[in-house]
């Protein structure tokens, strides 16, 4: 596991862009680590969070998680389940869930039939992080038509998986915010030079003032 790690890492290094980071690194999850992964993010001033990516190990539930993606991103005014990682920053983990998982989370009846779709075995939500603050979550699940059920090993690896992610979204950020002061430094720039342009044809036209009184 710890040289797939590495890959995780090195593949989430690829990108210098927020979205595709974390559309990577959904792409990473499934199938191999997860059946259904979600990735939401905190938005400011804001008690909804943006779905960023929603991904199924199975091609005809991808409607679904489209669905999922764009109608039912997490509103933090309400009781949900990852509210838990975000206000504590700790990972939080379902081994194995019962029959009343999809009902006790689910906003309405079309909620309730997506999420019963899914077949739940196990679920681990890890917080993600930029410059030591949440920003948001990746949420994994296993589900029963794969087989596939989550042990402390598998707590373990997401946690692992979710620092690697918020490195490569710390350097994102910084990359981000020096190419913004990069263009704030042009802009300055520009502009003193307008200024100065400005200064100089002002200079010469009292120079030719002067030089016809003169005359």
């Known amino acids: 596991r710890m040289r797939r790690l590495a890959e995780i890492g090195v593949a989430l290094a690829e990108s210098i862009d927020y979205e595709k980071t974390l559309n990577r690194l959904a792409d990473l999850m499934v199938p191999d680590h997860a059946d259904w992964c979600i990735i939401d993010l905190l938005q400011e001033g804001s008690n909804v969070c943006r779905r960023v ?40 983990h379902t081994l194995e869930t019962d029959d009343s998982w999809a009902e006790s989370r ?63 979204l710390d350097n994102a950020g910084l990359f981000r915010d020096l190419s913004k002061e990069l263009s704030e430094r042009k802009r300055v720039e520009a502009a003193l030079r307008q200024v100065s342009e400005r200064l100089e044809l002002a200079q010469e036209a009292a120079n030719i003032g002067a030089f016809e009184r003169d005359l």
């Not at 091609?59 to 206000?87: T, V």
């Open 106 to 168: 689910a906003r309405d009846d079309r909620h309730r039939f997506l999420l019963e779709q899914m077949q739940v075995n196990s679920a681990i939500i890890v917080p993600l992080r930029v410059q030591g603050w949440v920003v948001g979550t990746l949420s994994l699940f296993a589900s029963r038509y794969s087989g596939r059920k989550y042990t402390m090993a598998d707590v373990q690896f997401a946690e692992e998986v979710s620092r690697r992610a918020s490195v490569a």
């Open 53 to 92: 990516a929603v991904r199924t190990s199975r091609k005809e539930l991808e409607s679904l998680a489209d669905e999922f993606r764009r109608n039912y991103a997490p509103d933090l005014n309400q009781p949900h389940p990852i509210l838990k990682a975000i206000e504590t920053g700790q990972s939080d």
